[in-house]
């Protein structure tokens, strides 16, 4: 006995599209029950049509409540072999289905092809389009109540740029304040509005308790920790007149020079990366030292060195 020729899988697949396009009820895809399915199993030869048929169709539920719908792409596969006055509606339900631009394009492609569907399909066109409408308009508001946002925090940003421009002007001013309170006789003020080439002069200061130098070196570090700043921040004329400040204070002096090579030492030298004592050095930033009467030297703020 000769053997039975198996199925076209691509014939099973468009007869079970065709079978969900034209069904007055979603089918279930496999085995038996009230509902009519388009397999009587999931198994064996049919198998392969069901795997191949997933592309063109969503199945949402189980057991009795499963049901088969078709998408655009299983619309588009069975379209030209379905009766005219079946096209409206099958394809009515699958745009049911899709977001709304897709939507759009796929009934104008539908009535394109059928031209005897756009009655049927005229509400849900209308309904597309006036939802497209809206969409965009909800775009257009959130563009530009992003737009807002945004130049609301670049004000805010301005503005902060400003305050923290001032914080830093009003701290040279007080540790200036400060200094002069120690002794120091020089010019006051600071900021951008210091001579570019300022003369100072400083009376020695000859602190002669602990407390009294202890207060010397935080003021100074204070001071050299704003020079840093003014230095990074290439505020020149600041950074000059700070430097001519710390630079005139008795006993203190300067850890090397911008530009030159020296050998690294970690008690007077910071690096970003990891630097072997010893090792040759390039000064980025100077630091500063200051010497005290016990012969001792109290580093005030390292100088900074790349390899």
Do not use: C
């Amino acid at each position: 006995m000769a053997k039975k020729p198996a199925a076209d899988t691509d014939a099973l697949v468009t007869q079970a599209l065709l079978t969900v396009a034209t069904a007055d009820h979603p089918p279930r895809l496999a085995g038996k029950g009230d509902t009519p399915a388009l397999f009587a199993s999931k198994t064996r030869a049919n198998k392969a049509p069901i795997e191949a048929l997933a592309t063109f169709v969503t199945v949402s539920g189980k057991g009795a409540d499963e049901a088969v719908q078709l998408t655009a792409a299983g619309f588009t596969k069975i379209a030209g072999q379905l009766p005219e006055d079946r096209v409206g509606p099958a394809a009515k339900t699958v745009a049911g289905t899709l977001p709304t631009s897709e939507r759009v394009a796929f009934l104008q492609d539908i009535v394109s092809r059928t031209p005897v569907a756009a009655a049927e399909l005229l509400p849900e066109y209308e309904a597309a389009v006036a939802a497209e409408k809206v969409e965009a308009e909800t775009r257009v508001k959130e563009a530009e109540a992003r737009r807002e946002r945004e130049e609301r925090a670049k004000q805010a940003m301005v503005r902060w740029l400003e305050l923290g421009e001032q914080r830093k002007q009003q701290r040279v001013a007080a540790l200036l304040a400060e200094l002069k309170a120690e002794g120091w006789k020089g010019a006051t003020g600071g900021g951008d509005n210091v001579s570019p080439q300022p003369r100072l002069s400083v009376e020695p200061l000859t602190p002669s308790t602990p407390e009294e130098k202890g207060f010397r070196r935080e003021v100074l570090r204070r001071l050299a920790a704003q020079w840093r700043e003014a230095v990074e921040d290439r505020r020149d004329e600041p950074a000059r007149f700070m430097e001519a400040g710390i630079g005139n204070v008795r006993g203190v002096r300067q850890i090397g020079t911008a530009g030159e090579t020296t050998k690294f030492d970690g008690e007077f030298h910071e690096a970003d990366e990891g630097v072997s004592t010893g090792a040759a050095v390039r000064v980025e930033r100077p630091g500063w030292l200051i010497d005290e009467d016990d012969d001792r030297q109290h580093v005030i703020l390292k100088a900074r060195v790349a390899p």
